[in-house]
Nanobody
Framework: VQLQASGGGLVQAGGSLGLSCKAS????????MGWFRQAPGQERELVAA????????HYADSVKGRFTISRDNAKNTVYLQMNGLKPEDTAVYYC????????????????WGQGTQVTVSS
């Protein structure tokens, strides 16, 4: 199983970036898919999650109204559109896949991508 994240980079505050996570070796339709981030010296946190059953996505309070998670199961890909970026969004972003009922927690995710760096300058 591989989760290949891409799309990170350097952007000015207020700008936008789109992340992609292409899965191989699993079908995204069978998994809850999440985006996490980890800033230096901080714990990894769940930013957004799209449940396998569909329904309303989950977002961290800090990104609500700015970030949008979506999935294209036909392409086995999950996306994270980030608008209105702030310097505090600077982190390594990871996509992850879970079949666990505890999909809001890091421990509930079995497969992880390699991470992509997002840097927001002020």
């Amino acid at each position: 199983v591989q989760l290949q994240a891409s799309g990170g980079g350097l952007v000015q505050a207020g700008g936008s970036l789109g992340l992609s996570c292409k899965a191989s070796g699993l079908r995204t339709r069978d998994y809850h898919m999440g985006w996490f981030r980890q800033a230096p010296g901080q714990e990894r946190e769940l930013v957004a999650a799209a449940r396998r059953s569909g329904g309303e996505p989950h977002y961290a309070d800090s990104v609500k109204g700015r970030f949008t998670i979506s999935r294209d199961n036909a392409k086995n890909t999950v996306y994270l559109q980030m608008n209105g970026l702030k310097p505090e969004d600077t982190a390594v972003y990871y996509c992850a896949a879970s079949q666990n009922v505890v999909w809001r927690m890091e421990s509930g995710y079995k497969y992880w991508g390699q991470g992509t760096q997002v840097t927001v300058s002020s």
